[in-house]
Every structure is written in C-alpha cells, then in structure tokens.
C-alpha cells in the first residue's frame, strides 16, 4: 500500500533530496493521516457516546488530536519547502521542529484532558453498555493505527522528517492505548466488570509519555544535538578518499532541518605540497558532498610537516604521553619552534565530553610529562571537547 501511495502521488519519489519532492511526501503523508484519524474519531466517538464509555471517547478525542497533528505537518511542509530568504538564508526547513513540539503541546493537553476526566469517573463510576460492534471498532482502529505508524516511520526515514517520526511514535502508543481500552471492553462483557475509567487512566499516561517524549526529542534538535554519526562517517570518508589528505579534525556538523546540513573541518596536508593543487582537491570535496548529500562544506587547510625527523619524533611522543593520561585522547595541529634557550611544543588535544577532568587539570598532567622528556620543552596547547 506505501509503494503504491508513493508512486500514484510523489513525482520523482527516488530524489529524496530535492525540496518539491520531499514536500509531495509530506503533503501525501498528512493527508492519509488526516483522513484514517478522522474516520476513526467518528468512528469511535459516536460508539463511545452510544456505549457510555469514557475510554472509548477519550481515545476518540485522541484520533481527532491526531488528525490535527497531521494537519499541522501538512502546513509544515509548505513552509519547510521554500527556498532561503534575506531573513532567513538557510532556508524554512526547521519549521518541521517547531511543528513537531507544536504536535508535542497538543498530545500533552489531550493526556491531561483524560487524565482529569478517568479521575473524576473513578470517584464517581456509571456503567457502561454492551455490544459486540464496540470490540470490532477497536479492533479496526488498532489495525489502522498499527498500519499508519509503519507508514509514517517508513515515510520518515525516506525523507528524514522529524515530524513524521513524532507522528509514528504517535501512533504505536494509540496502538498499546487502543489496546488497554479493548481489554477494558472484554473485561465487562465476559466478567460484568467495570475497569473503564481506570483504562482511561492508563491511556493518558500513555498519551502523556508520548508528548513528552515528542518535546524532549525536538528540543535536543532545536537546542543542538550531536550530529547523525552516518553524516560523519560520510564526510570522513569523502574527505580520506584522496591521500594527499593526511587526516582531519575540527568537525562541525550544523543541521538546518532536513536537506540543510552545514558543516566545516580542517584537512591535514604536506606543507610541501602545491597549494593549488590541493586548494582544487578541497574544492572538488566539497562540490561533491553537496551534489551527494546535499551538506554545505566549508574546508579549511593545515599545513603539516612530514619529512623532519626530529618533529615527527617529538609528534609521537607527545601523542604517546596523552594517550596515557587516556586512551581516548587524540592531538593534531602538531609543530615546534625551537629557540635558543627552549622550544615551544604547540599542538591541539581532543577529548571526549565524559572526560570528569577539568581543562587545566588535562593541560598541567601533559605539560609535567612533557616535562619529564626536556625541561626546555614548553607546552602551548588548547583542548577540543569531541
């Protein structure tokens, strides 16, 4: 069924990047959401209003939110799909966040709603009616459901919507929530039982969960969150395809939203080499990380020294000594001017965010140790959080 919505409704669906094609999927995505989550909302609203029960209805009000949601991801769309503007020159494409929070607010409100509402029912019950067709429309919306967050979780990795991963998430918790209000069903039909107003206490605790996990997610994005280590990986390997490149570091990777990703880093070359020539490599680097994966990249040259024995001596013992104070530490930048009476050692040290020791404590373990191989060596050094 996904393959064929697809092809019927997305012109040119395999160019994943292009921004018309991604907003087609979008528009498409919503639309099926609005229409399956309205139906159900009518669907389960009139038989929980037939039937007397609260969970039923609630889970209903819960279908009509969703179908609101959708609609709020059909609006980001258009919007996320313009070109970038003077006051905005990279681009609408995080308005996707901002909506996904928005999706967030609404599903918190609707959990506090039923949540209210199941507190009040259990202090004061009402019994609920009998029938069979209330067991078949919980069935059919827990089918619909199932089928429509594998449907926006397959749509989301397509075109890497937050919204739609939001909305799949969405989803499967109606899928457990629709699922505690059918056993609640079963319970007073085959044992006369009443859990209804308890179910929908757990339903809103589902729904709830579900809100809050949508807002924590975005706001991490919106906030600055690591980068997709598959972007990483692509960069790197881009960028060591050529061996004229030694190494690189100092990678910065900025997601505007989805087919807006910025990123800069530092490449590593002989210094001997023909500036030109590897001033036209970093060009060519870049060229094709944007015709490939759409990132914007900005590569900045460093000079190294490879043939000079004494430095690449010192080079590997510095990188020996910080390597023992943590296995995990890395330097770059590395070179020396030597003077008269010392030699200043100047070089970068990357370490992890977990690392507990404080900068000054790091620079004065390796300064001591360097120390140790020359008094004359004096340490100019900075440190990268990686």
Same mark, same amino acid.
């Given at each position: 069924?996904?393959?064929?919505? $697809?092809?019927? @409704?997305?012109?040119?669906?395999?160019?994943?990047?292009?921004?018309?094609?991604?907003?087609?999927?979008?528009?498409?995505?919503?639309?099926?959401?609005? !229409?399956?989550?309205?139906?159900?909302?009518?669907?389960?609203?009139? %038989?929980?209003?037939?039937f007397?029960s609260?969970?039923?209805?609630?889970?209903?009000?819960?279908?009509?939110?969703d179908?609101?949601?959708?609609? $709020?991801?059909? !609006?980001?769309?258009? %919007?996320?799909?313009?070109?970038?503007?003077?006051?905005?020159?990279?681009?609408?494409?995080?308005?996707?966040?901002?909506?996904s929070?928005?999706?967030? &607010? $609404?599903?918190?409100? #609707?959990? @506090?709603?039923?949540?209210?509402?199941?507190?009040?029912?259990?202090?004061?019950?009402?019994?609920?009616?009998?029938?069979?067709?209330?067991?078949?429309?919980?069935?059919?919306?827990?089918?619909?459901?199932?089928?429509?967050g594998?449907?926006?979780?397959?749509?989301a990795?397509?075109?890497?919507?937050?919204?739609?991963?939001?909305?799949?998430?969405?989803? @499967?918790?109606?899928?457990?929530?629709?699922?505690?209000?059918?056993?609640?069903?079963?319970?007073?039909m085959? *044992?006369? @039982?009443?859990?209804?107003? +308890?179910?929908?206490?757990?339903?809103? #605790?589902?729904?709830?969960?579900?809100?809050?996990?949508? *807002?924590?997610?975005?706001?991490?994005i919106?906030?600055?969150?690591?980068?997709?280590?598959?972007?990483?990986?692509?960069i790197k390997?881009?960028a *060591?395809?050529?061996?004229?490149?030694?190494? !690189?570091?100092?990678?910065?990777?900025?997601s505007?939203?989805?087919?807006?990703?910025?990123?800069?880093?530092?490449a590593?070359?002989?210094?001997?080499? =023909?500036?030109?020539e590897?001033?036209?490599?970093?060009?060519?680097?870049?060229?094709?990380?944007?015709?490939e +994966?759409n990132?914007?990249?900005?590569i900045? *040259?460093?000079? &190294?020294?490879?043939? =000079?024995?004494?430095?690449?001596?010192l080079?590997?013992?510095?990188?020996? #000594?910080?390597?023992?104070i943590?296995?995990?530490?890395?330097?770059?930048d590395?070179?020396?001017?030597?003077?008269?009476?010392?030699?200043?050692?100047?070089?970068?040290?990357?370490?992890?965010?977990e690392?507990?020791?404080?900068?000054?404590?790091?620079?004065?373990?390796?300064?001591?140790?360097?120390?140790?191989?020359?008094?004359?060596y004096?340490v100019?050094?900075s $440190? =990268?959080?990686?």
């Amino acid at each position: 069924m996904t393959k064929l919505l $697809i092809k019927l @409704f997305v012109k040119d669906y395999s160019d994943t990047n292009n921004r018309t094609v991604r907003q087609s999927y979008g528009t498409m995505t919503s639309i099926v959401g609005i !229409i399956i989550n309205f139906l159900l909302f009518v669907g389960k609203f009139a %038989i929980g209003t037939l039937f007397g029960s609260v969970a039923i209805s609630a889970d209903a009000i819960n279908n009509l939110s969703d179908a609101g949601s959708s609609f $709020i991801s059909l !609006i980001s769309f258009k %919007i996320s799909s313009k070109p970038a503007d003077r006051e905005h020159p990279f681009g609408h494409a995080r308005i996707e966040y901002i909506a996904s929070m928005a999706v967030g &607010v $609404i599903i918190l409100l #609707i959990g @506090f709603d039923l949540l209210k509402e199941s507190f009040f029912k259990i202090l004061t019950p009402s019994p609920m009616s009998k029938g069979v067709v209330v067991l078949v429309v919980l069935l059919l919306s827990i089918m619909a459901k199932l089928w429509l967050g594998i449907f926006y979780r397959s749509i989301a990795k397509k075109i890497n919507s937050e919204i739609l991963k939001a909305a799949s998430a969405d989803s @499967f918790s109606d899928v457990l929530s629709t699922g505690a209000t059918l056993i609640s069903a079963l319970v007073w039909m085959l *044992l006369d @039982f009443n859990i209804d107003a +308890y179910v929908g206490l757990v339903v809103s #605790i589902f729904i709830l969960i579900a809100g809050l996990k949508i *807002l924590n997610e975005n706001k991490n994005i919106i906030l600055g969150s690591a980068p997709d280590p598959e972007i990483i990986e692509i960069i790197k390997s881009k960028a *060591l395809e050529d061996k004229r490149i030694i190494g !690189i570091h100092d990678l910065m990777v900025h997601s505007y939203g989805a087919g807006a990703t910025i990123a800069s880093f530092h490449a590593e070359v002989d210094g001997k080499s =023909d500036f030109f020539e590897v001033h036209d490599l970093v060009d060519n680097i870049e060229k094709q990380l944007f015709a490939e +994966y759409n990132i914007t990249c900005t590569i900045h *040259l460093d000079p &190294v020294v490879t043939d =000079d024995e004494q430095i690449n001596a010192l080079r590997g013992n510095v990188e020996n #000594i910080v390597k023992e104070i943590n296995e995990s530490f890395r330097i770059h930048d590395f070179r020396c001017v030597v003077g008269p009476t010392h030699t200043n050692l100047i070089f970068d040290i990357e370490i992890p965010f977990e690392e507990k020791r404080g900068n000054k404590e790091i620079l004065s373990l390796v300064e001591a140790r360097i120390k140790e191989l020359d008094a004359t060596y004096f340490v100019v050094a900075s $440190i =990268d959080r990686v």
